[in-house]
């Protein structure tokens, strides 16, 4: 096409449009470019406890029951626009830290841990006391997301606090809290094949006390270390695992850390364990529900050797973040991490210290050295943000939304967020919410990303 008959009728055009016209080839061209949307993975899971109101922490009142607890999935092959949930039924509670699913590296089983049993059936008023120690968990076959084949409905330990599976799929990690009959095993490591457990272990955990918290275990991504959280002593543990005796080994000492420690992340070279400090506690002012700023620390495994010949770890780096940091994730890269804070947007709505958001804390960090620096903290508008995932390109995230303050918004929901800086000034980065956001059952705390 020639610039002639191109712009056969240019006269009809005024002077600076017909200007932009000729430098840009087109007017539609130059008024109608779209950015490309960037969050990349193939599918999100999540799971959602509906059995009570963020506020039911505080005055024990779980309020009006929305359905049964879910595990959601989201296909994000699709157009964001178009992103939707199939849901399934799945036992789990909020009332634990943010590790209630577990996801192979494969993306073919699914593991949720029931920490409480749902709430009864009755249309009678409820309080957290009704809500039971529980014993379930439940495993999906994911071969076809679109309708997610349930496994089994297996009986474990009561109250189990967190899952994870290893990255070879075969050993799932489940620590218990403390109570009255099993907790002197604070740690089961199951067996498993094709989702179904064929043997349980209970390893005895050196320099343990039966009374001591342990909140999270994870498994290192190379597969040969568990990292072990004492929200009691505040102090992270590391121990090699024998797969032929399913016996664990402590691998150098303990690092002490902080305050009410919760979860714990390693970088995905397997040299680096980071952890987030709640500081919560009964010598704590309103115990957690007025707790100070929280912080995330990073522990440089193996990075030297104590006077024993044993390896040395070590804390390197501790920046502060918001309050009660429940979540945080680590980009892919190592380049980046981010907290979701949740304030104090739990707070029953006539409660005078009620937050009314939340937010999330955007860090750098050094992938080699692990050094730490917070660079922009963004309020959210949400009730109880509690997990977040990084996609594929460490560029985008998304964030598990408890409930809605905008009540005719029912359920919760995945909100999705980009990282963004002005080019002309890129070292100042930060974290903006973007249109897009998944309906799913109200009370989603845990999240995971498939990439495989």
Known sequence: MTL??????ASLLPIGLLSIALVSGSVSAATHMEPKWGFQGKYILSVSDTDM????????????????DKLSIIDLSAKPRDYSAVEVPASNSVAGPPAALSVDKAGKYAYIIETFTPRPTDNEKHTFANLKPGNILTVYDLKDKSKPALVAKHSIASRPDSVDISPDGQ?????????????????????????????????????????????????????????LVNSTKAEVSFYNFNPQ??????????VSVGKFPFIGRFSADSKHFLVNNLFWGTDVQGKWNEAPNGTIVNIALNSGTTKTGQPRHALSSQVMVGPSPE?????????????????????????????????????????????MSALHTTPYDSILPESVVFDATGSHLAVTSFDHYDHTMPGGAIDFFKIVADPLNSAEKMIMKTRWSVPVARGPHTIVLINE
Do not use: C
């Open 245 to 254: 005796s399913a016996a664990i080994e402590k691998w150098g000492n303990s």
């Open 171 to 227: 050993w799932l990690l489940i620590t218990y809290h403390p109570g009255k009959a099993e907790q002197h095993k604070p740690l089961g490591l199951y067996k498993m094949n094709k989702g179904n457990i064929e043997e349980s272990y209970f390893p005895a955990i050196p320099d343990w006390k039966g009374s001591d918290r342990l909140t999270f275990a994870s498994w290192s991504p190379d597969g040969k270390v568990i990292g």
């Open 4 to 9: 002639t008959k191109k712009f056969a009728n």
């Open 327 to 371: 979540g945080f994730a680590i980009s892919p890269s190592g380049d980046y991490v981010v907290t979701a804070n949740m304030e104090r947007s739990w707070l029953p709505y006539d409660d005078s210290r009620q937050s009314w958001y939340s937010s999330l804390t955007l860090i750098k960090r050094d992938p080699t050295t692990g050094a």
């Open 53 to 68: 109101l963020a506020s039911a922490y505080v005055d024990g009142q779980l309020g009006v029951k929305e359905g049964t």
